[in-house]
């Protein structure tokens, strides 16, 4: 276990610094003229640093998921969790493999009703599809590098947990478009992550390790989406710009698939 861990470890570092490259690239003042309305669509985009205090809570659980992996008395932690859940024969449902999407489809909906967020719908859909992205890019590799058996024993893909990744980056995604307007708001969508991460373990697809680290990397991704997102948005003004005739190309992850969606203007 402890090779795995330290190839986890090289690949979340090669990982970071690739985002480091990317961020520190978009630096850039952009102007977009919407040819559609008389005002500026996109203006100038403010030189994006990244708030390590955000990182904290994060790397605490990624690293506690980790040390599950290694560590006796927390790997202990995890067989007496499923001991204590099997005991009680929980109802098995199905609803984590839609509550992990709540959060983010909420946003959208509140946008349409009226209740405006931080950014606008272009922005917010650039941000929301590199989180899920990112999200992907973290936990997939490790899946196979990892190869912890869940506990159903269906597979080798336990560590870490992709929903318990994809509901955390969905409600760390509704707290930052909210928490500078309405607090309560910005916070309701943990609560569909949390049900989310405890229905992996009640339906037997996850340790508790798992979901902890999962956890951490899609609240993680999402602070890594908000910090990337100028380069990008300059990178997809900037084509913009050189062609009227636009394409946008948007990044997914979903049922445990990535793929790459394209949006054509003419």
Partial sequence: MKKH??????????????????????????????????????????????????????????????????????????????????????TRVKFDDYTQYAPGLIVYGLNLAGVKGKHNLRDRTIIYASSQLIAAAFTLPLKYMVKEERPDRSNTMSFPSGHAATAFSNAQFMFREYKDTNIWLSLSG?????????????????????????????????????????RISNLLAGKKNKNQSSAMIMPFYQYKAVGIGVIKNF
Avoid: C
């Fill in 190 to 230: 943990y609560p569909f992550a949390i049900f989310t991460g405890v229905y992996r373990m009640l339906n037997d697809k996850h340790w508790l390790g798992d979901v902890v680290a999962g956890t951490g990397f899609g609240i993680l991704s999402t602070e890594l989406a908000y910090w990337l997102f100028p």
């Fill in 5 to 90: 861990s330290q190839k986890m470890l090289i690949y979340l570092i090669i990982l970071i610094s690739a985002f480091s490259k990317i961020s520190a690239q978009g630096n850039d003042t952009v102007a977009v003229k919407n040819p559609k309305q008389d005002s500026i669509m996109a203006t100038t985009i403010q030189k994006s640093t990244l708030n390590y205090k955000s990182l904290i809570i994060p790397a605490a659980f990624i690293g506690y998921g980790v040390a599950g992996l290694s560590v006796r008395g927390l790997r202990e932690l995890n067989r007496d969790t499923k001991i204590e859940i099997d005991e009680h024969q929980p």
